[in-house]
């Protein structure tokens, strides 16, 4: 594969770029040889090569779509829905039976991306953090989410998140990992509803 490539706006692109993510969504980032993934999607290599560059190119394509997928989920909810209200709502999508293609290929990515600070992983991880915690602040109430102390409560959030997902993935116990994630939530939504432990959430 060469490193020219088509505007990201393209049809066609669009096309195999959703046709090489159902691939990895079920087989995993390791399948991405040219030729192979060419026979699989319906094309060739010469035009993967047009449309993405190198194999990198078309990796960093790839993660960006996952990320995509990932932050549509929250789309629909209100400016300062809450923490509780914005986790809830995560984990109900991160823990969907039909969401553990991209559970894995989170996983997958996130785990590359900290092993291996350059090639088409570089940054990942690092911006999937900030992707989530940017989220879950614009879903704070403004005077909490600058504070300390709110920027401690994203930051937790988050962990217990990821260390549930982590756990789904690893035991197939959807149970065992959501009353985890309950149970924190459930700790915060006291803390949401008594206006945090100073008036400036400090």
């Given at each position: 594969m060469t490193a020219t490539t088509i505007p990201e706006g393209t049809g066609r692109r669009r096309e195999l770029l959703d046709a090489a993510y159902r691939r990895v969504?079920?087989?995993g980032w390791d399948d991405l040889d040219p030729v192979p993934l060419a026979e699989g999607i319906g094309t060739t290599p010469p035009e993967l090569a047009t449309l993405f560059g190198d194999?990198?190119?078309?990796?960093?394509?790839?993660?960006?779509?996952?990320?995509?997928?990932?932050?549509?989920?929250l789309d629909a909810l209100p400016d300062e829905a809450g923490l509780v209200t914005v986790a809830e709502a995560l984990w109900g999508v991160l823990a969907a039976p039909t969401q553990r293609g991209l559970g894995r290929l989170w996983l997958q990515a996130y785990s590359r991306s900290v092993g291996d600070p350059t090639g088409p992983w570089?940054?990942?991880?690092?911006?999937?953090?900030?992707?989530?915690?940017?989220?879950?602040?614009?879903?704070?109430?403004?005077?909490?989410?600058?504070?300390?102390?709110?920027?401690?409560?994203?930051?937790?959030?988050l962990a217990v998140l990821r260390g549930a997902l982590l756990d789904l993935l690893a035991t197939g116990d959807e149970a065992r990992a959501g009353a985890a994630v309950r149970a924190h939530l459930d700790a915060l939504g006291r803390t949401e509803g008594a206006g945090g432990s100073h008036p400036d959430g400090e």
């Open positions: 969504l079920d087989r194999r990198d190119g078309l990796v960093r394509a790839l993660l960006t779509r996952a990320r995509t997928d990932q932050l549509r989920a570089a940054g990942f991880a690092a911006q999937t953090v900030t992707d989530w915690d940017l989220l879950l602040a614009a879903h704070q109430p403004t005077r909490r989410g600058t504070t300390a102390a709110g920027v401690a409560e994203r930051v937790l959030v």
